[in-house]
């Protein structure tokens, strides 16, 4: 059975790192692994991947898992392969897609998370769990050999929701942007997912977690509520 987490988010509000997401990992982790491999190729940008992991790894270490990133791997693909849990932190889309696409892991990690290896991802790891990554907030920074993504999930998601514009911003807010995507995609769906927000991939059905709804945005111009707590199956959105 599928067991993957969405977060929006890495910190919610003036929280610490990862502060808020104990509960949600342990939701998907714990009982099921010891130990994670973790993906830091979202960032590695403008910070190395060595202080990606120095970031992350006491969060997790504190929740109870042993963490070691997927860049002291020879061989990312025998890394995966052999992961009891993947943990895919956030940063640019773009890069993250290319570079999981040139470690030749995109397919293995879609035939693990389908056979149901735990997947913790936030912002752009949740993002690649996607068909695609069309609906990051992201700069195409790099190109990628395609925009398809993982796809273990059916619908799109929107990280870092938020709605509305601040004042003085002429540009288009983020329900603007959506909608575009879905007058050019109308049979697709997006589930936005406010920061501290995360959706629990449990089989076929989702869980929202966190303090605020999910938004289901269709085409038209409709948004639906998802209320925290509740669930619901993946083919409904």
């Not at 273990?152 to 509305?164: A, E, L």
């Not at 406010?194 to 076929?204: F, K, M, N, R, T």
Request: proline share 5%.
């Amino acid at each position: 059975m599928k067991q993957i987490l969405m977060m929006s988010s890495s910190r919610k509000g003036v929280s610490g790192y990862l502060e808020h997401a104990e509960d949600q990992v342990h939701a998907v982790l714990k009982g099921r692994a010891k130990r994670v491999l973790f993906v830091p190729y979202a960032g590695g940008i403008t910070f190395s991947f060595d202080e990606y992991e120095s970031r992350v790894k006491p969060s997790f270490e504190r929740f109870g898992y042993e963490l070691t990133s997927i860049h002291h791997h020879k061989d990312a693909r025998a890394a995966v392969e052999q992961a009891e849990a993947v943990v895919v932190g956030g940063g640019n889309t773009f890069v993250l897609l290319d570079r999981m696409y040139n470690a030749g892991i995109v397919g293995l990690l879609r035939e693990r998370l389908n056979a149901g290896m735990p997947y913790v991802g936030w912002s752009a790891g949740a993002n690649v769990v996607c068909p695609t990554i069309r609906t990051t907030n992201d700069m195409p920074i790099v190109e990628p050999p395609t925009l398809k993504a993982l796809g273990v999930v059916p619908f799109q998601v929107n990280p870092h929701f938020i709605s509305g514009k601040p004042s003085g911003h002429n540009g288009e807010s983020r329900e603007e942007r959506l909608a575009e995507y879905l007058a050019i995609n109308p049979d697709e769906s997006v589930v936005a997912i406010p920061e501290g927000v995360a959706l629990h991939v449990h089989g076929d059905h989702a869980t929202v977690l966190g303090e605020f709804d999910a938004l289901h945005f269709r085409q038209g111009g409709a948004v639906d509520k998802i209320a925290t707590g509740s669930t619901f199956a993946l083919t409904s959105i």
